[in-house]
């Protein structure tokens, strides 16, 4: 969601500041702002409505000069997007505050402190932070001793960058609930909502644990965990490079990241497909690990968004190929429901960042409920979910700026995938069919560049859905969640209403949506559900539909009147639905250039969903 950028130099920090909300601008867009403390002492702030542009517009007329100082890239959750609801948020012209998260017992202490005299100039749940930090900010307590005092009542999820006139050479931040990390320079310290804002000044990153609050100074640093005891945390150092962020040769963040697809996945791939048993790709304690395996009876998958349509495909693999039953479920749902306890259930989170709210919600709750174990797919090694879980499975993907996710479900995909053959090799009857998966995993990168060939011939087929409103997408087996994550790469993308159906579903109920006006997208690989969805597809063109089809070279369906048809060459079953997803993704791309939308920041949307 929102993002945060603080730092503390013997130099300038603006232009730091600046940057690093251009590269958090895809967390949250509405409105941006940045707050220094000048050479008098004296907190200096701008804000802009809209994108960092905006902002960076206004300080090039009125800069801002500091040596430390905070900014804001903004997600709008309370408040609607205006300029006065934008961070950061100041009290009484001492105390400045940028925030992450949602505070959910604002209300009351709103009313608190309106009855003490504080005036609020915004909407947001984040002014009521400022406010109340500036009650305990007084004669002999420190900047640190006021914001732990404040944060003591505050509810909900935070990430707070915080300075103030009164201790004009400390940057304090505290997490709670929501991403926040330390960079460490050299005399020189940040903080940010990940490592992507601070890359240009800072490879060494330290990422806070719930509870931490930092005391950043020129002389150094101070880490105190919830109960206010000094603790070191782990230095990491990052082989990411600003550079990777780039656009490159290429016009949006989105296609680069579709074309980025084959060396990700192989970079999912290596060191794993060389081993013998696919469980020793799992982070974790080998021992405990062998013994879950050993006991587990069922797995269920928690995911949102895009991780969820990838917990979904994974359920046809794991109870087809593995022979284990797989509930997959929406975290915000799961969370919110009482479970039945069940003692060999393998828990599997799935999240990109690791940082999902609800996915951490629901994780937190199995934890205290009690299961066999818990496993996360991540692309985050040191994200909240990584760490809470018993075990993780990396993705690898690398840095994912694009609203609309490519290589983070391309990579999910192959990483379920190693999951399940390591499951599958409880059973030594599964072997052959475990070592043919493997080897076709070894072929996935090369087969990606060849489904990217096709980019041409999809983009001129999307220029039919410029004019369009409505689309339906269809597939059946393990490509039906494929089709659910084409429509839902169209319409967060193009604003194009899109839906997703098992083509079996068509007699009972989406027919009669069915016209000329509203296209029809179906992926039919050559598999033993063909012949099923060729008499579902003719149940749609027999009522006036015009289909797009993604078809197998050797599915035998003719191109003609209201018929539309891109081949696909022939990969390995396994394969099917990680190759399947390229054209749905390069389609919804084309769709959303040629409609004028912004690809990489749709409205509305934010990358990381940190709040509820």
């Not at 240009?200 to 640093?221: A, C, H, Q």
């Not at 980025?260 to 192989?266: D, G, I, K, T």
């Not at 693999?317 to 479970?339: K, P, T």
């Not at 193009?494 to 009972?508: D, T, V």
Request: with cysteine; hydrophobic share 40%; net charge negative.
């Amino acid at each position: 969601m929102c993002g945060i950028v603080g730092a503390i130099a013997q130099r300038n920090v603006t232009e730091i500041l600046i940057e690093g909300l251009r590269r958090l601008e895809y967390r949250g867009y509405d409105s941006a702002g940045a707050a220094v403390l000048d050479r008098d002492c004296l907190i200096k702030r701008t804000r802009a409505l809209g994108k960092v542009i905006e902002l960076e517009n206004k300080l090039e007329k009125e800069p801002l000069k500091g040596s430390i100082g905070i900014a804001h890239t903004r997600w709008a959750t309370h408040g609607a997007p205006a300029e006065h609801n934008a961070h950061p948020h100041i009290s009484n012209d001492r105390i400045a505050v940028v925030h992450n998260g949602i505070i959910e017992n604002y209300e009351e202490l709103r009313s608190d402190l309106i009855e003490q005299g504080y005036q609020f100039t915004s909407e947001t749940d984040t002014e009521v932070v400022v406010h109340l930090i500036d009650t305990y900010l007084k004669p002999g307590v420190s900047l640190l001793d006021a914001v732990n005092q404040a944060t003591k009542v505050l509810r909900g999820a935070y990430a707070l960058g915080v300075i103030a006139k009164d201790d004009p050479n400390v940057l304090i931040a505290v997490r709670e609930g929501s991403p926040l990390v330390l960079g460490l320079g050299i005399g020189e310290y940040f903080i940010g909502s990940d490592i992507q804002a601070l890359l240009p000044v800072t490879n060494r990153f330290i990422y806070l644990e719930n509870g931490d609050s930092v005391k950043m100074t020129l002389e150094g640093y101070e880490i105190f965990d919830a109960d206010g005891n000094s603790v070191t945390r782990n230095i990491k150092e990052s082989s990411a490079s600003s550079m990777d962020s780039e656009l490159g040769e290429y016009r949006h963040y989105m296609l680069k990241e579709i074309y980025e697809q084959p060396v990700s996945v192989q970079n999912t791939l290596t060191g794993r497909v060389e081993k013998a048993n696919m469980r020793d790709c799992i982070v974790g304690d080998q021992e405990k690990l062998k013994a879950v395996f050993e006991k587990v009876r069922e797995v269920q998958i928690i995911a949102c968004g895009t991780s969820y349509h990838a917990g979904l495909t994974a359920k046809y693999w794991i109870e087809s190929l593995a022979d284990i039953s797989c509930q997959v479920e929406v975290a915000s749902e799961y969370r919110y429901r009482r479970q039945p306890q069940r003692d060999d259930v393998l828990f599997v989170t799935i999240s990109q960042s690791g940082e999902t709210a609800d996915t951490l919600a629901a994780l937190e709750n199995v934890k205290q409920n009690g299961c066999l174990a818990t496993l996360s797919i991540c692309n985050v090694p040191e994200s909240s979910l990584t760490r809470e879980s018993d075990f993780a499975l990396m993705t690898v993907a690398g840095p994912e700026i694009g609203v609309a996710s490519t290589k983070a479900f391309t990579t999910q995909l192959v990483a379920l995938q190693l999951l399940t053959i390591a499951l599958m090799q409880r059973d030594p009857e599964n072997d052959e069919l475990a070592k043919e998966m493997i080897g076709n995993l070894k072929q996935l990168p090369a087969l990606l560049e060849v489904a990217l060939q096709q980019d041409k011939a999809i983009k001129q087929m999307g220029e039919a859905f410029i004019d369009k409103n409505h689309a339906l997408f269809l597939g059946r087996g393990d490509l039906y969640p494929i089709a659910m994550e084409g429509a839902l790469k169209l319409k967060e993308i193009s604003y194009i209403h899109a839906e997703a159906y098992p083509a079996g579903e068509l007699k009972h109920g989406p027919l009669a949506l069915v016209d000329s006006e509203m296209p029809i997208v179906a992926v039919a690989p050559k598999t033993n559900l063909l012949e099923k969805l060729k008499s579902n597809l003719e149940e749609v063109r027999s009522r006036g539909g015009v289909l797009y089809l993604f078809a197998d070279e050797a599915a035998d369906i003719t191109e003609q009147e209201n018929i539309h048809i891109i081949r696909v060459p022939a990969v390995p079953e396994s394969l099917i639905p990680i190759i399947y997803t390229i054209p749905l993704q390069l389609l919804s791309y084309h769709v959303a250039v040629f409609k004028g939308t912004d690809v990489d920041k749709p409205r509305n949307l934010a990358k990381s969903v940190t709040v509820e």
